[in-house]
């Protein structure tokens, strides 16, 4: 089948279009181009992280048994690829600031373990867990192998 001066024009018309792009963005420098605005491609020296930090919560509930339990655990019921933002900013917010603002907040903190664990909580402790990343190694860290555990704060949930 042969083309047809129509489509052999608008053929003509996009390779010319593309071309013209193209020739636009390099005298531009890129300026076009929307990647540029990604915080991971406009810094030219982007640098993966030496460490990871996680928190934990450990409580133990009036039975005394000790749960422990990860930021995505408050909000999310999938995989530890979830986004865990909203936990991490739970249990910061309910250890940092002023005693008036953690009055606040620990209240809603311990309303939220005891609604995921569907148990009475007597006492929180917030751990944070730190590991080397080394992207040499495959994986680039152990998680089983954390290189600190820090207790951060420890409170009762029935002041």
Known sequence: MEDTPIQAQDLAFAK????????LLLI???????FIWWDLYSHSQHSPPEQLGRMEL?????????????PMDLYTLDDDT????????????AIAGTP???AIDRPYL???????????IEQVEVWNYTWAVDFQQHPPLDINQPQQITLIDRFSARP
């Open 58 to 70: 450990h409580v133990v509930d009036t039975a005394g048994q000790t749960h422990v339990l990860r």
């Open 100 to 102: 008036q603002q953690q």
């Open 16 to 23: 010319y279009f593309t071309a013209g792009i193209a020739f």
């Open 82 to 93: 979830s986004n865990q933002e909203p936990g991490h900013r739970l249990i910061r917010d």
């Open 110 to 120: 311990v309303s939220q373990v005891e609604f995921v664990l569907n148990k009475e």
């Open 28 to 34: 531009l420098g890129g300026g076009l181009w929307p």
